[in-house]
């Protein structure tokens, strides 16, 4: 499997000559570039697959560097700074490696806009209230992972309110 068959050569191309200059990698942007947030949860799983060199399950930083080039040979690698940017965004554990799961979280909740966000409780209730009728299936998952894992979080959760009782 090659990631042409997953996105399209054109996307791959134009995103590539996004980022050509140094220090200019944004992930949120060449992942929406490309058309990853566009894909499926399984079909991002694909892609992960195709990047990660060693088969190891995890983009470690010696890997990142080479990144760009895992989508068009004669890509640049990225600069440290480039590098270690994207790992403070997508290595959730500090551990120096992303796993599937990292980019799956980082390339949803981007893609929908909801990344550490702190909303009041009413809004999260009615998010997930109507998330089935009116968000896409993707995107409701998104939604109630990001509640899951702490990325949204009620006031209360917070400690922002106190209850008056004794």
């Given amino acids: 499997m090659s990631l042409t068959s997953i996105l399209s050569a054109d996307a791959i191309e134009g995103a590539l000559k996004d980022c050509q200059a140094p220090d200019s990698f944004s992930p949120k942007k060449f992942f929406q570039l490309c058309g990853m947030t566009k894909k499926s949860p399984q079909e991002v799983k694909n892609i992960f697959n195709i990047l990660d060199n060693d088969a190891s399950g995890f983009i470690e930083e010696e890997e990142l560097k080479f990144f760009l080039q895992r989508f068009s040979a004669g890509a640049r690698v990225l600069t440290d700074k480039e590098t270690k940017a994207f790992l403070a965004v997508a290595d959730d554990d500090s551990d120096g490696k992303i796993g599937v799961e990292a980019i799956l979280h980082?390339?949803?909740?981007?893609?929908?806009?909801?990344?550490?966000?702190?909303?009041?409780?009413h809004v999260i209730d009615l998010l997930q209230?109507?998330?089935?009728?009116?968000?896409?299936?993707?995107?409701?998952?998104?939604?109630?992972?990001?509640?899951k894992h702490g990325h949204m979080k009620k006031p209360r959760e917070r400690g922002e309110i106190r209850s008056t009782r004794s």
């Fill in 106 to 121: 980082l390339y949803h909740l981007k893609s929908v806009g909801l990344h550490t966000l702190n909303v009041s409780s």
């Fill in 129 to 147: 209230t109507v998330s089935n009728a009116f968000l896409s299936k993707d995107a409701a998952q998104t939604l109630d992972i990001s509640v």
